[in-house]
């Protein structure tokens, strides 16, 4: 049997909803966190039923995983322990910088957890405002300081590309306070967001900017990057969301959690699966199961692999998808080769700088061919 090595839990309560977020996510009520715990000990117990399980890394998304209660992230990570373990290698808790405290942060030292992801999103307390976060910069820089005072590897996430944003001084600003590892991402108004309903828009004349000046600045100040959006000193990359744009398999626990599975089926290379949202996950509800053939296989590898600047390796995914990908999309290789999206040295596929800019088509392109 095929043994999974990652797993990703969804924590779907925040303190408040920012006005560009689309995730599953709600603002905690009487009884919801209780109900949430008791399901996600099932949840745990059924998983390790089902597939062979010896992880590598953890990942605590959201919502707001640091949101619980000391308590309540304690009886979590009970749980997970129990019954599938914990992560040798890294284990992320996502972090929002109003929740930390010096006695916090010793306490998820404590659970295990050695990797934080703070949502800084910016060191201007103007832009955090626009972006409705309710944290202001000063504690920004106090919750990154006495997580590296607790000996975490710290990420700091950056939006880009919002009016009036000081983004020289932000990057800049997030690197200087030791942070290892920069998730950028450029600010997108997603359907039925209040910033959609407010009609707020991003031109991608500012959207590309914001892209390329951050690649600057952060190669100029060592970092290297390794994903589209993801940039990180040698050696620090995050291990888990590696794991996402490689195409391996990963276990999804919560609410609307995703997960890349093992499939009985000789036939199949896999089936995705992902949870139904909170109410539906706590009736025990199964959510969606996608089944995946050796075809999508290779474009569900291309559209993630194809983020990473080391781009993928076609002899190691031909081998993985019993699928000879170079003659199945000879055609479709040379096409985006003329256009100058993609470039090939070896058996080593990757995106040019104009193809990263418009993978989406790039993909477009394998799908439709």
């Not at 139904?276 to 290779?298: N, S």
Request: proline share 4%.
């Amino acid at each position: 049997m095929t043994v999974v090595r990652h797993l990703y839990i969804h924590v779907p309560f925040c303190p408040s909803i920012c006005p560009y977020c689309d995730f599953h996510v709600l603002t905690r009520s009487a009884g919801q966190v209780e109900a949430y715990l008791k399901r996600a000990r099932e949840e745990a117990r059924t998983l390790a039923e089902r597939y062979e399980v010896d992880l590598d890394t953890v990942y605590l998304g959201g919502g707001t995983p640091s949101f619980l209660r000391d308590g309540e992230l304690e009886e979590l990570v009970s749980s997970v322990r129990e019954h599938l373990g914990w992560g040798r290698v890294e284990n992320t808790l996502e972090v929002n910088p109003g929740t930390v405290s010096d006695a916090r942060a010793r306490h998820w030292r404590s659970l295990g957890f050695d990797r934080a992801s703070v949502g800084v999103q910016s060191l201007d307390d103007a832009t955090l405002k626009f972006l409705g976060r309710q944290h202001d910069a000063a504690s920004a820089r106090q919750a990154v300081r006495t997580l590296l005072g607790h000996r975490f590897r710290v990420s700091g996430d950056l939006i880009t590309a919002v009016p009036g944003q000081p983004l020289d001084s932000d990057v800049r600003e997030l690197v200087a306070l030791g942070v290892e590892h920069v998730s950028a991402y450029t600010l997108t108004i997603e359907p039925g967001t209040e910033f959609d309903r407010r009609g707020v828009t991003v031109s991608e004349d500012d959207e590309q900017l914001g892209f390329e000046r951050t690649a600057t600045l952060l190669g100029e100040l060592g970092f290297e990057r390794y994903e589209i959006s993801n940039y990180a000193k040698p050696g620090t990359e995050s291990r888990h969301n590696l794991a996402y744009w490689t195409n391996r398999f990963y276990l999804g626990l919560g609410p609307s959690a995703a997960g890349h599975y093992p499939s009985r089926d000789q036939h199949l290379k896999g089936e995705r699966r992902t949870n139904p949202t909170l109410p539906g996950w706590l009736a025990g509800e199964l959510g969606d199961i996608d089944p995946i053939t050796p075809e999508e296989f290779v474009t569900d590898a291309l559209f993630m692999g194809l983020r990473l600047t080391a781009g993928v390796d076609l002899d190691d995914l031909s081998l993985r998808a019993d699928l000879d990908v170079r003659a199945r999309y000879a055609s479709t290789l040379d096409l985006l080769a003329r256009k100058g999206w993609l470039e090939q040295s070896g058996p080593d596929l990757r995106t040019t700088a104009a193809g990263r800019w418009v993978l989406n088509d790039v993909i477009r392109t394998f799908l439709t061919n």
